[in-house]
């Protein structure tokens, strides 16, 4: 069993190296956002909430609630032309950590790199730091694809 989710697996790549690590007030920040935007969640039929805050290079913060909170803000990110991502907050009502479906696990892939840092929240705002390559390891990637060729056209 893996007791340290926050570094990447051995012999794994990356297809960016992490940034930087967030400040102890980023990270205040980034759970107090995440637990925040569950308040724009709409879940009538299983009062499931997710709230999602993500923080991108520029400081830019992009919120996402309930239905895949964060592919939503990540797209938000996205077609504001924001494409370098610092870390990411998931929250729920649950009294344990939640991590992100499979769906938002493989958008993820497409924009982050083995090491990015996703923090999941607790309601009482405790947290648990976790790199994405744990969450999705050998991930398809874009650097999965073959190189385009005359014959693959």
């Known amino acids: 069993m893996i007791d340290d989710y926050t570094t990447p697996l051995p012999g794994s790549s990356s297809s960016k190296p992490t940034t930087r690590e967030l400040t102890d007030e980023e990270i205040k920040d980034l759970i107090n956002i995440s637990i925040n935007a569950k308040e724009h969640s709409y879940c009538p039929y299983s009062n499931f909430r997710v709230g999602c805050a993500l923080l991108t290079e520029n400081g830019t913060w992009y919120l996402g609630a309930t239905i895949c909170a964060e592919r939503t803000a990540i797209i938000k990110a996205v077609s504001e032309g924001q494409r370098e991502f610092i870390a990411i907050g998931v929250s729920t009502d649950q009294h344990e950590f939640i991590a992100p479906c499979g769906m938002c696990r493989q958008f993820l892939a497409e924009f982050v790199h ?22 999705l390891p050998n991930a398809f990637r874009p650097e999965s694809l073959l190189p385009k060729t005359d014959e693959n056209d």
Do not use: A, G, Q
């Open 114 to 135: 083995n090491s990015f840092p996703i923090y999941l929240v607790k309601p009482d705002r405790t947290h648990k730091k976790v790199v994405f390559e744990h969450l």
